[in-house]
């Protein structure tokens, strides 16, 4: 719209407040050529604020104006202070307050009226205007630190006439936190610090004060009070600060009173690389090195290479220091952090490589001696696998059934069940076969040839073994577990006459007398030698119809549900007492696959599934503390520790076995034919493999120990666990470090004090 059309659509307005879009773009028309300085146009505006249409005329000009303060409008037509509606005020103030402007500022003197509503604006209004009125405290500090801006020199001179220790202390705080050099510069000016002693230290230091802290705080007792109460982050911004200030123990200020190795390692990754730069920089190559051998093992190894020509006195000391210097920086490192964030070493066997007909596997079972493992595959095969060679000591081929269960009775002999199917995929005619050496005979199935095979389990005695299986006689089903031999046949030992089962299975204890008997309902534990069937009482809903799993220890008895329900039952197993019952984890975050007794850790071990978003499932074995007295009770979480595995298919079954002696575990998801095998002693290691060596016991070193002896353990984990087994021997030898309370070595000749 053209200025002489604009100019007549206001004059012929009158004084209704304009309220057309065509009424206001001319008034926009107008105001830009009044900011402009167009004379008609300013008198056009005038005569409209003259209308009695201020209020409509200075919200558009708020919102159009591109000159804003600096426009004749405003200086030609606003310089009547009353007339300024509250709205231009405020919005002159909120411009002023946020970026200084002189012009504006001029502007606001000879208004000299303070802004309104906002509790924000107002109070700093009547400061910058010379007005006595208070300011509360977090308002007056923030203000305090604006170096950029004359409110804020109004506001420190406000501080300074004020006697309140609370509010000086609180705008000391805000300095450390600005990290300001101006406000750093003004405390000092003025002689600003926290009332305290502690913080007045800290803040000296912060701001780079540095003779005023050493004449507060000379021995640093002050300043390691005030780091140690910091948060990280504040922590981190004083170790900083402190780089510059020498003449200072900072083990002492990071580790407390006592300069001692058992503090330093307990501070954590950034302290440590702060103490060790802080050494290296001084030249305290003595302390570096012994803190050097506290460290973990990963930072021991790459820190050592930064001491140049240096070496410790001592030929000890020099081998020790020669040894970490050799280390690989990523071969230590790489396994450890692995280790450490819960992935366990292992072996695998793929045994379609070792036969290419082997394409499922239905059942695992280690040999007695636990150095063979045999398996059973849908491909009517069996075999064995020899753990020392990695390669198949014996193959059973054509079995002519498909097999599903495989007991190894040692002596390279195998007891095979399965069943024959007819082509329209239906299982008849269940069969069991003894495989000895490269021969094979069929066993009669216990009771007649319609019964059904549902477990199977090597117990003790030459060669012996169980077999529950089941049939149908007069429209009743019966089951039967039979015992049998490698050079006989399974006779029914008539211990579950009576009992009316549903889908039943068995375990076994591993010294091979004890044989619980479990179905959807009951729970029986058989003793072989005695001939002696006890029923426990349950505490299961009798329409319970998850999976159940179980486990036997010497003197324990673990039935759980693929939910991770468990009930508990301990010696005496005669007992009617219930279970104690309890959960493993929430409902539907896991899913339990497999239980399991490790003799050689004294634990019951369970395998069980989460589900990924991907559609697979990632393992994980769950370490259950049991507690083997009936005296002491149940925690209320089994899990100690969840190591993770491997992840398989949701729809995989998975077969887990554990050696008898407990100490290897063999994993498969039967499809592809592969077996993991874990050294279950490296479950103890994820919870102290990334400490501080000077934080490690030593039975943390006996368990390093006893992994480094497993023959399954491969080379990568090998190389850093036997770098780290040494250092550890160094240490216990030279009573170097603490460890928890009931392992501390007692202090000797060679007790060590990283100074003071």
């Known amino acids: 719209m053209r200025l002489w059309t604009a100019r007549l659509v206001l004059r012929l307005t009158g004084r209704p407040p304009c309220t057309s879009v065509y009424v206001r773009d001319a008034l926009v028309t107008v105001l830009a050529a009044a900011d402009a300085g167009e004379p008609a146009a300013l008198r056009s505006v005038a005569r409209v604020l003259a209308s009695q249409r201020r209020e409509a005329v200075w919200r558009v000009w708020l919102a159009e104006s591109a000159r804003r303060w600096s426009s004749p409008v405003v200086t030609e037509l606003a310089a009547d202070e009353a007339s300024v509606p509250v ?167 990071l580790a407390g009173q006592r300069s001692r190795e058992e503090e330093a390692v307990s501070l954590g990754q950034g302290e440590r690389a702060y103490l060790v730069r802080q050494f290296r920089a001084r ?52 396994p450890l952090k692995a280790l450490a964030a819960g992935q366990l070493p292992h072996v695998r066997s793929t045994l379609s490589d070792l036969d290419e007909w082997t394409t499922g596997i239905t059942d695992l079972d280690f040999a007695p001696d636990g150095r063979q493992l045999a398996f059973a595959t849908h491909d009517e095969r069996a075999g064995i696998v020899d753990l020392d060679s990695a390669g198949l000591s014996r193959l059973h081929r054509r079995l002519g059934f498909s097999a599903q269960s495989v007991a190894h009775l040692g002596a390279d002999t195998l007891v095979v069940t399965g069943f024959r199917e007819s082509v329209t995929g239906r299982r008849f005619e269940d069969t069991i076969y003894c495989c000895e050496g490269f021969g094979r005979r069929k066993l009669p199935v216990p009771d007649d040839s319609d019964a059904r095979v549902h477990g199977l389990a090597r117990v003790a005695g030459d060669r012996a073994f169980v077999v529950l299986s089941d049939h149908v006689r007069d429209g009743e089903r019966t089951w039967t577990l039979s015992a049998g031999q490698a050079a006989g046949s399974p006779a029914d030992t008539n211990l579950l006459d009576g009992l009316p089962l549903s889908y039943a299975t068995t375990v076994v204890e591993p010294g091979g007398r004890l044989v619980a008997v479990l179905d959807r309902h009951r729970t029986v534990v058989i003793d072989l030698a005695d001939s002696v069937t006890h029923e426990l009482l349950p505490s299961w809903p009798q329409a319970a119809t998850a999976m159940h799993h179980a486990a036997l220890s010497p003197s324990a008895l673990l039935r759980a549900d693929s939910e991770g329900h468990v009930d508990v039952w301990r010696e005496p197993l005669t007992s009617t007492e219930p279970p104690v019952s309890c959960h493993l984890w929430p409902a539907r975050e896991k899913t339990l696959t497999n239980l399991a007794w490790s003799p050689s850790q004294r634990r019951f071990l369970g395998l069980s599934l989460r589900r990924k978003n991907n559609g697979e499932c990632q393992q994980y074995l769950e370490v259950l503390d049991v507690p083997e007295s009936p005296d002491r009770p149940i925690p209320d979480s089994l899990v100690s520790s969840s190591v993770r595995l491997g992840t398989q298919r949701h729809k995989d079954r998975t077969h887990m076995r554990l050696s008898p002696q407990g100490d290897v575990l063999a994993v498969s998801p039967g499809v592809p034919p592969v077996v993991d095998f874990y050294p279950v002693a490296a479950t103890a290691l994820p919870s102290f493999i990334g400490n501080p060596m000077g934080l490690m016991s030593s039975q943390n070193m006996a368990s390093v120990a006893a992994l480094l002896d497993h023959p399954l353990l491969d080379e990568d984990h090998r190389t850093p666990l036997h770098l780290l087994h040494t250092c550890l021997e160094h240490r216990f030898q030279h009573d170097i470090g603490i460890g928890p309370a009931d392992v501390v070595l007692p202090a000797g000749d060679h007790d060590i004090e990283l100074g003071g």
């Not at 021991?300 to 210097?325: N, Q, S, Y």
Request: glycine share 8%.
């Open 283 to 334: 030249g305290e190559w003595d302390r570096l090195w012994r803190l050097t051998v506290l460290l973990p093992l990963a930072e021991a190894v790459e820190g050592v290479r930064e001491f140049g020509d240096w070496r410790p006195p001592g030929e000890d000391e020099r081998r020790m220091f020669e040894t970490l210097l050799a280390a690989d920086v990523e071969a230590v490192s790489r």
């Open 87 to 253: 709205r231009v005020v405020n919005a002159a103030w909120s411009d002023w307050l946020a970026e200084h402007d002189a012009t504006l500022w001029s502007l606001l003197q000879r208004w000299n009226r303070p802004a309104t509503g906002s509790p924000g604006r107002a109070p700093l209004s009547r400061l910058a205007l010379g007005d006595d009125a208070p300011l509360d405290t977090r308002t007056l500090t923030d203000t305090a630190l604006r170096f950029d801006h004359p409110i804020g020199e109004r506001a420190r001179a406000r501080l300074l006439t004020l006697d309140d220790g609370e509010t000086v202390d609180l705008f000391c705080t805000a300095v450390v936190e600005s990290g300001t050099p101006e406000a750093a510069s003004f405390c000092a000016a003025h002689h600003l610090a926290p009332y305290d002693p502690v913080q007045r230290a800290v803040f000296f230091v912060r701001t780079g004060q540095h003779d005023q802290y050493r004449a507060l705080d000379p021995d640093g007792e002050l300043l390691a009070l005030g780091y140690r109460g910091a948060p990280s982050k504040a922590r981190s911004a004083l170790r900083q600060a402190m780089t510059g200030l020498g003449g200072i123990d900072v083990l002492r200020v």
